[in-house]
């Protein structure tokens, strides 16, 4: 039996129907902006609860324009997880601030709120959370720890569509929310994109104006901003995703993943995500964590199961980062965690096939 990772066509829900809907679009030659993007955009606010939504090129934009939109204090620093993906500091670094890393906690491996405690200091403008993997982190903790001080909190939910706390949805605890539609995300594009959400009209009007030059229209510029629009096209198929987003693609996942949690609860040598009941992971992934990850990776490969590594390496260990502080939850999380096969496209036996393969390969 093979089992692929993920098959990115398959993904492709109502295919007649988006087709017909980009074939419309070419020969009305409606490429760049219009009532697809405002659509998409009113849509999406309205499935996240925020009260706006700025359509953006990618998350990596979406980041970096909603650190900007926040104004902080120069040379202040931002504190990171660990455990992300690099756009998450790159936001950072290209807005001129500086880069703290912070600790990740090993049950479901967002942001540690002790270590962040102790990172925490005057020279602290925000705090990028990341609900990794689709995991929500603990923003009321979060915010506790910025009471009364002057730091912004921005949340990095380019893997959380649908990821929810106590039925709140992230991305509307912080200032400033951030989402990327990359096509192998649970809400994915057919190329880039990315959004970013917010209740704030102060961070929407900078934002807004950021991602087209500056301009509300043409020639309006009155500031520097950038070419980072959603497209057209990219916005209709968005669009028609989402409808269908819910039954499909969240469901579905929670479904293969309480599998997952049912069939792998009792082997010893392995860590699932402990989670909170009340909270909502979309699991953009599933990942388990074993110190024998390498030889089961092969042995897995053997039986044709593909999995991947997210990330095989921590921020704080890439060459050109300075800050090489050991953070002991994250210190070389990279050589033991796997990502397992999870998508609306696989099925209870893949899970099953997946997860008797493991537990085999425990018994040796
Ligand atoms: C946590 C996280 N942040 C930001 C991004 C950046 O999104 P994009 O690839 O759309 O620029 C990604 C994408 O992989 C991500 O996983």
């Given at each position: 039996m093979k089992v692929k990772f993920t098959n990115l066509y398959k993904l492709v829900p109502e295919k007649k129907k988006i087709n017909k809907k980009i074939n419309y679009l070419i020969k009305n030659s409606k490429f760049v902006g219009g009532e697809n993007v405002k659509n998409f955009e009113k849509n999406f606010s309205k499935y996240i609860g925020s009260n706006y939504c700025v359509g953006v090129g990618n998350g990596t934009d979406a980041l970096e324009i909603a650190v900007k939109s926040l104004k902080l204090k120069k040379n202040s620093e931002i504190i990171v997880p660990n455990n992300t993906w690099i756009s998450t500091a790159e936001a950072v670094l290209n807005n001129g601030y500086r880069v703290v890393f912070c600790d990740i906690n090993?049950?479901?491996?967002?942001?540690?709120t002790k270590s962040l405690e102790k990172k925490i200091s005057k020279k602290t403008s925000a705090i990028i959370a990341v609900h990794l993997y689709g995991n929500p982190a603990d923003m009321s903790k979060i915010k506790k720890l910025v009471r009364g001080k002057k730091i912004k909190i921005i949340e990095d939910c380019a893997q959380a569509h649908g990821t929810k706390i106590k039925n709140k949805h992230v991305g509307t605890f912080g200032d400033v929310g951030t989402f990327s539609f990359f096509p192998g995300k649970n809400l994915g594009a057919f190329g880039d994109g990315g959004a970013i959400v917010t209740n704030s009209k102060k961070i929407f009007e900078y934002c807004f104006r950021s991602r087209n030059?500056?301009?509300?229209?043409?020639?309006?510029?009155i500031f520097s901003g950038r070419n980072s629009r959603l497209d057209t096209i990219q916005s209709a198929i968005l669009d028609i995703k989402l409808k269908s987003y819910e039954k499909k693609v969240f469901k579905k996942r929670n479904e293969l993943a309480k599998r997952y949690f049912k069939n792998l609860d009792t082997i010893k040598q392995i860590k699932l995500f402990n989670l909170i009941k009340s909270n909502k992971s979309c699991f953009h992934q599933f990942v388990i964590r074993t110190d024998n990850r390498n030889n089961l990776k092969k042995y897995l490969e053997k039986k044709g199961i593909d999995t991947m590594i997210h990330y095989p390496y921590m921020l704080n260990e890439l060459e050109f980062f300075k800050n090489k502080k050991k953070l002991k939850n994250s210190y070389k999380l990279g050589s033991k965690i796997l990502s397992l096969p999870i998508s609306e496209e696989h099925s209870f036996k893949d899970i099953d096939y997946i997860s008797n393969s493991i537990i085999n390969f425990f018994k040796k």
């Open positions: 090993l049950n479901d491996y967002t942001i540690c030059h500056g301009a509300l229209k043409k020639y309006d510029h």
